[in-house]
């Protein structure tokens, strides 16, 4: 599975910008799909993740309520609707894919990952 992310760029506290992940190489709906995101100087972490069996999401405690994940399996795309901005939200974020995944959280689940894009969040 290839990953590509796109979407990110610069944006004021209180306003929203939407990610965009699109997958090939492989079905689509076999992979949960998840995105995570690096700030400088600390570990990357788990933000959101949609698994197609059931379309479930789940989300990290920080973005609950404020970001939203959604997929169109048409496109084989995943999609992450980011409203409320903070500048503690600014790091680059990656999207990932995985399969049958128990614990969404922890990276190493994940099989394939994106590039990563940039967002940055100004105060």
């Known amino acids: 599975v290839q990953l590509q992310a796109s979407g990110g760029g610069l944006v004021q506290a209180g306003g929203s910008l939407r990610l965009s992940c699109s997958a090939s190489?492989?079905?689509?709906?076999?992979?949960?799909m998840g995105w995570f995101r690096q700030a400088p100087g600390k570990e990357r972490e788990f933000v959101s993740v949609?698994?197609?069996?059931?379309?479930?999401?789940f989300y990290a405690d920080s973005v609950k309520g404020r970001f939203t994940i959604s997929g169109d399996n048409a496109k084989s795309t995943v999609y992450l609707q980011m409203n409320s901005l903070k500048p503690e939200d600014t790091a680059v974020y990656y999207c990932a894919a995985g399969r049958s995944l128990r614990i969404v959280s922890t990276e190493k689940n994940y099989d394939y990952w994106g590039q990563g894009t940039q967002v940055t969040v100004s105060s």
């Open positions: 949609i698994k197609w069996s059931g379309g479930s999401t």
């Open positions: 190489g492989r079905t689509f709906s076999d992979y949960d």
